[in-house]
């Protein structure tokens, strides 16, 4: 499934995101891992299920848990290049949210269309 | 074939660090490569030689520095993660002013791209935990 961009062979990685942003340390190193990568040119793409897709919603206020916001950090990735954002409408739709609630544009796709896309990957990280 | 390894969860609490030793000798004993096995998040808490099992359990941390030992394993934990968890080795403590390093044999901290890397090299990377 590699193919080759440029000087080398490019790879589809794939990071899924599941966990709620704060809570536990999940997604914060998952977002330091994505912003690393994209130093190494190779196709990125990022989902969000479940309470992953909590970590993009607009309006967060971290004060009281005396830990940093990160969400705003999902507004640079587009100057790395990153910018197939997945989310699974499902999981936005139980946790009463819609694409408009999100930081970042992205394409809300169905559960099927996201396994597609897993199908599609050379290498899935998962946090 | 040749596996990359990533472990997130650090021992005794998750099963994750085991279900990754036991696959990474069973594919060594099939004949399979091992390119690297990258520790992250509490993960990186697999590479400390201070930790002091009871006897009669297992000595998580020591098996993977045997191992690492036995076959040119390549053990390396994520710098910016083992920073914030107190996990270092001489060079980084002396950096950092601490009077004291705990980095087990057989393990080395560095960089995310390790990670990155062991995605683009390996035909597989095989994620344990989180």
């Known amino acids: 499934m590699a193919e080759a961009t440029g000087g080398g062979v490019a790879k589809r990685f794939l990071y899924v995101n599941r966990k709620a942003p ?14 690393i990568g994209a130093a190494f040119e190779q196709d990125v793409s990022l989902a969000f299920l479940g309470d992953g897709v ?19 950090a ?7 290049d990153v ?17 408009s609630d999100l930081v970042v544009p992205v394409q809300v796709v169905s559960a099927e269309r996201m396994a597609e896309i ?3 990957q050379d290498v899935i990280l998962s946090f | 074939m040749k596996f990359g390894i990533l472990v997130n969860e650090g021992p005794y609490t998750h099963e994750a660090s085991d279900t990754a030793y036991q696959f990474v000798k069973a594919a060594l004993a099939k004949g399979h490569e091992i390119y690297r096995v990258f520790f992250y998040h509490d993960g990186v808490n697999n590479g400390t030689r201070l930790t002091v099992p009871p006897q009669d359990d297992r000595n998580i941390v020591k098996r993977w520095s045997d191992l690492a030992a036995q076959h040119k394993l390549d053990l ?13 080795d001489a060079s980084e403590a002396k950096r950092n ?20 890397e062991a995605g683009i090299e390996a035909d597989r990377l095989v994620v344990f935990g989180a």
């Open chain 1, 54 to 72: 909590y970590q993009l919603t607009k309006g967060q206020d971290t004060k009281g848990l005396e830990v940093k916001n990160f969400s705003p």
């Open chain 1, 118 to 120: 897993m199908e599609g």
């Open chain 2, 76 to 88: 390396v934990v994520c710098i910016a993660a083992a920073q914030r968890r107190g996990l270092m």
């Open chain 1, 74 to 80: 999902f507004r640079a990735l587009e100057d790395y």
């Open chain 2, 97 to 116: 002013g601490k009077d004291a390093d705990n980095i087990a044999p057989g393990f080395r901290i560095s960089g995310l791209g390790q990670l990155i």
């Open chain 1, 83 to 99: 910018t197939k954002l997945y989310v699974e409408e499902r999981s936005l739709q139980v946790r009463g949210l819609t694409a």
């Open chain 1, 22 to 35: 704060y809570g536990t340390i999940y997604g914060l190193e998952s977002l330091e891992v994505v912003l």
